[in-house]
């Protein structure tokens, strides 16, 4: 049985590591040397490089739809936050930066939140949807993805709709656990963030064309039980294409996953499951 860390022991060493964690990131804004984005334009760029959006309310389980609703109403008050963002060549765009702490004052309502692996709720929950939408846009481009955290040993919810592949989502908590990519390049970036009534929408923008697109490809997607749990594999790859070829001419692995099935087997699609490795 593995030791429970300090963070575990009770509701208030869980504070106490929130605290330390939120000040040392206040530290580390002030003393580190980045330069971040902290520019907005309200004119578009030129170029469009990539489009996406999600759907606000999805069916997660036996999860509570009126958390569905707040998460709506969290991400309205967020998107506002980014939309407009320009990130000039090596400047460092920062989630939490820019949207600063999720609080009842401002509006926020409680939403689904996922604390030690468990489904939970909280003030601003949904509110990584948001980065969720942010990294799948980054990682369509040369941006360099500097911090990222995400949930990838536990496979929480059944595929109701999935849009992206399972494994490229993110995990944030105001401020110690970031959304954070730099630009590496010799271009300006902008990012356009918004809401419309089902919806949350974006764009990354920049002010020239690329020279090559990206394109994100998944691979050895199957299930498999193991000591009497079912675990989902996959894993995931940027390929990086020659527009004026067409031929890719680098893959990256993004992430490898292994995580732990936690809802019923009958939700799994039988089509996908190995018998052994």
């Known amino acids: 049985m593995s030791r429970k860390l300090f963070c575990e022991w009770h509701p208030i060493t869980y504070r106490l590591s929130v605290i330390k964690g939120i000040l040392l990131r206040r530290l580390q804004w002030v003393l580190n040397r980045k330069t971040y984005a902290k520019t907005y334009s309200d004119q578009n760029l030129c170029v469009q ?31 506002p936050k980014v939309n407009g963002i320009v990130i000039q060549p090596n ?38 949807q948001f980065t969720n939408l942010i990294h799948w846009m980054i990682l369509h481009s040369p941006l360099t993805i500097l911090e990222h955290h995400h949930h990838n040993e536990l496979d929480l919810f059944p595929d109701y709709g999935r849009q992206v592949p399972f494994g490229t989502g993110t995990s944030i908590m105001y401020n110690y656990l970031d959304y954070q990519f730099v630009n590496h390049t010799n271009q300006t970036f902008q990012l356009i963030t918004y809401t419309t009534d089902d919806y949350l929408c974006g764009e990354l923008r920049s002010d020239r064309v690329l ?19 079912y675990y989902r594999n996959n894993e995931i790859f940027q390929t990086k294409i020659d527009k004026k070829t067409g031929n890719a001419i680098d893959k990256k692995l993004v992430i490898c996953n292994h995580a732990k099935v936690m809802y019923d087997e009958g939700f799994i699609d039988p089509n996908k499951i190995r018998l052994s490795s």
């Open 91 to 128: 400047e460092v765009f920062s989630f939490w930066r820019l949207v600063g702490k999720a609080t009842q004052s401002k509006g926020y309502k409680e939403g689904l939140t996922i604390r030690s692996g468990k489904v939970s709720r909280g003030i601003g929950g949904g509110m990584c």
């Open 211 to 229: 020279n090559h697109k990206y394109h994100i490809i998944e691979e050895n997607n199957y299930f498999i039980k193991e000591n009497g749990a």
């Open 49 to 79: 490089i990539y489009k996406h959006k999600s759907l606000i309310r999805r069916r997660l389980g036996d999860v509570d739809m009126q958390l569905q609703d707040n998460k709506a109403i969290n991400l309205s008050l967020a998107a």
